[in-house]
């Protein structure tokens, strides 16, 4: 009698823990299928996203370019496109995309094909890395050489210029005082968080019309 009480309490015992382990592997199952999945559907509605913040206009402009055309697919909250120009210069294709807040907080995605130069060093810098690009350096701060820094003491930010796998083609990122005294462009005095930064330059892809 002892041996069939003690027979049926351990087969009770190990049934409540084979069911308390099933719950758990379940549970853990549905934690990791709730979180959210970057579909090529949802990276498609980014890049349609991105298309809709230019008008019909703007889009002739870019299409005009005659080059790869690369956006951001996340803007910060309560940036719009400013301007949209093309590159003059008849040795080189290119564009500039503006985006400005109304406290005059700006950013700019350039671009062109050849004939570039990198701007000099300044105090602080901010890794990214950039599924188009690749890593890099985000530059931001005052200039570290002195003579530059007398020449132009306010703060800038930018990276140097950034090429694409199997395309021949420079873009970078540039903050507000690139354009803060540049006649006929916006009124730009403040720049975004070094980190909203890095946010924009990693969501850059190209733009599919």
Not at 41 to 51: G, L, P
Not at 81 to 109: H, M, P, Q, W
Request: contains cysteine; positive net charge; hydrophobic residues 30%.
């Amino acid at each position: 009698m002892k041996k069939t009480f003690l027979t049926t309490t351990l087969l009770t015992l190990l049934s409540l823990a084979c069911a308390s382990v099933s719950h758990s592997a379940i549970a853990t199952a549905q934690l990791k299928n709730s979180s959210p999945v970057n579909t090529p559907s949802n990276y498609r509605n980014k890049i349609k996203q991105s298309t809709a913040r230019f008008s019909p206009k703007q889009i002739q402009i870019l299409k005009s370019v005659g080059m790869k055309i690369v956006v951001p697919t996340y803007i910060p909250s309560g940036f719009k496109i400013e301007t949209l120009s093309n590159n003059s210069d008849k040795n080189y294709k290119g564009y500039t995309v503006i985006y400005r807040r109304n406290d005059n907080a700006c950013f700019s995605i350039e671009a062109i094909n050849g004939g570039i130069g990198d701007e000099p060093d300044l105090e602080h810098t901010l890794p990214y890395n950039s599924p188009l690009f690749g890593k890099g350096i985000l530059n931001y701060g005052k200039y570290t050489d002195i003579y530059l820094r007398k020449q132009s003491p306010l703060s800038e930010m930018t990276t140097r210029w950034m090429e694409p796998k199997n395309y021949q083609a420079f873009y970078r990122f540039n903050g507000a005082n690139w354009y803060s005294s540049d006649k006929g462009k916006p009124k730009c005095n403040k720049d975004i968080s070094p980190t909203e930064a890095v946010k924009v330059i990693n969501s850059l892809q190209y733009l599919k019309f």
